[in-house]
């Protein structure tokens, strides 16, 4: 990995940097589409590559499934399996660990699995498997497999598990460094904790100590229902004491007001099925805002979702009117608004590195937010996020702030 950075915003955390892999350079801060079963759905290897996409996320626990690692050993790694020319990040398994619990058993050794694909016949996930399986993968990034808790969990589990994940990340160390993979595959550790900011200390503490031994570091753990207030918070905490020379990566992150604020606040890199998953619901991400196409209003509309918007769904003269009609009916919708959407996280992320170069990312912001939000009214998790990094959203303008999230109407009440 070469990672450089080339420009930072005076006032707020963020910065932009150059990041290059065994498949290419990509730009950050940057957003991934998840390629979970080694396919964006709807979307061909080609069709993401003219999208401008230059890294994506496949995953490690599905891919060991189906189509199995003799498989993908066969094809020469998941690049030559799916088709994908750029660079690719897999994850380590460990997030399975919260959302397979129920078929889930943790120990020291790893995490014994049963198939929920099959009779369900055990299988057991230690550090080294994980990353042996991510070697087989071919991933230009692969992350250490931590014991992950869900983020709303309270106790001595959420210790035990930052432990163990610092124990494992030694090992997940050990094994890469012993296969000869390091050269080309370049492995992250990731900082658990839960929601204590002690906890969070003491893993920082230490996978810091294990600087040299690590390309880069993730922040895990968070975006499972915890209060956005508290959300920020961890994330900024993460994001000053990590390293300045290495990529830093918010897990699970999706949502335009989360990606920004997170910029922000000095991460280079997200990944949510977010965009993906609710264009298959018929939500088109806006810059005023998501559009639910299901509503009975859009049925004579005959404009584009966003006249401004470079995608091939917008540029090709598909109405609002059109997908209204055939929207969650036919697979065309899907795969018309899951193109659109991620054109639109595209250019979320590719704007806020424009305006970090041009030194105006803080107006940047305040344009953002005034557009995405209007009248609506600002989340207040975000003005006071923003407001920790020199940037206040509601100079100079009368916008009411909502209290929690602000976000439930991304899903039902879409404009």
Known sequence: MEFKVIAKCPITRARVSRMVLAHGATMLPTF??????????????????????????NNTYHLNLRPGIEILKEANGAHSFEGWKHNMLTDSGGFQLVSLSKFTTITEEGALFLNPFSTGEPTMLTPEESISIQHAIGADIIMQLDDVVPSLQQGPRVGEAMERSIRWLDRCIQYHESSGKKDTQNLFAIVQGGLDPDLRNRCLDGMLERKDRVAGYAIGGLSGGEEKDIFWKIIKQCADKLPEDRPRYAMGIGFAEDLLVCVALGVDMAD?????????????????????????????DFSPIDKECPCPTCKSGASRAFLNHIVTHETTAAHALTVHNIVFQAQVMG????????????????????GYFGNRGYPEWCVNALRSVGVDLLENVDVPVLPGSGAKWEYSDAA
């Open 32 to 57: 991934m589409p998840v390629a979970t079963q080694a396919a964006i759905k709807g979307l061909s290897p080609e069709q993401v590559e003219s999208l401008g996409v230059t890294l994506i996320l």
């Open 272 to 300: 949510c099925v977010f965009p993906t998953r609710t264009a298959r619901f018929g939500v088109a991400l806006t810059h005023t805002g998501p559009v639910n196409l299901k509503l009975a209003k859009h049925a004579k």
């Open 351 to 370: 704007r806020a590195r424009d305006a970090i170069i041009s030194g105006v990312f803080p107006d940047y912001l305040r344009s953002f937010f005034a």
